[in-house]
């Protein structure tokens, strides 16, 4: 086990995320969390198997620090959906360009995983998740949320998400 603050992690989009900046007033600490790393490296994305429900998120904070969309993608079903804002569903088609977007304002993202709930092959992870920094424009962004993913446990023992809900508890604006 060591120490590893996540300085990346969570789904979304550069407008979701800037419209949602009216968190931007204060400042809060971020949590950093006794978590160990997924042993990734050397292996290409398609190989990797999560296989333990909790390091999902850790392999994804992972994925998301090396920019590797491919990653990213690695860990999802194909057939996954993305909410990255409260009732705003992304189809799989559109992934690609929304994580994209997301990537390309370098905020780093601070995430606590909460908790990681298994029934049979589905599983839930709760997480919570800070970013602070500023837009490539300049625009200040303070942004928190707590994750709901939902997971699906394949034929061959790992662990991959359906439903990306990075907002997951947040009421929706309408």
Do not use: C
């Amino acid at each position: 086990m060591q120490k590893l603050k996540l300085t990346s992690l969570i789904l979304g989009t550069a407008l979701g995320l800037l419209s949602i900046n009216s968190f931007a007033e204060g400042k809060t600490s971020v949590p950093t969390q006794t978590i160990h790393k997924v042993k990734m490296a050397e292996k290409k994305a398609s190989t990797v198997k999560i296989t333990n429900l909790a390091d999902l998120h850790v392999a994804w904070a992972n994925y998301f620090n090396a920019k590797d969309i491919e990653g990213m993608l690695s860990i999802a079903e194909k057939g996954r959906i993305f909410i990255p804002a409260p009732g705003q569903v992304v189809q799989p088609k559109n992934v690609i360009k929304e994580l994209g977007q997301f990537l390309e304002l370098n905020i780093p993202v601070v995430l606590t995983v909460r908790h990681a709930y298994e029934s049979g092959d589905i599983g839930l992870v709760v997480a919570d998740w800070t970013m602070d920094g500023k837009a490539p424009d300049g625009t200040p962004v303070h942004i928190k949320g707590t994750v709901a993913d939902v997971a699906r446990r394949g034929a061959d023992g790992g662990w991959k998400v359906v439903i990306d809900n990075p907002f997951g508890t947040a009421v929706s604006a309408e």
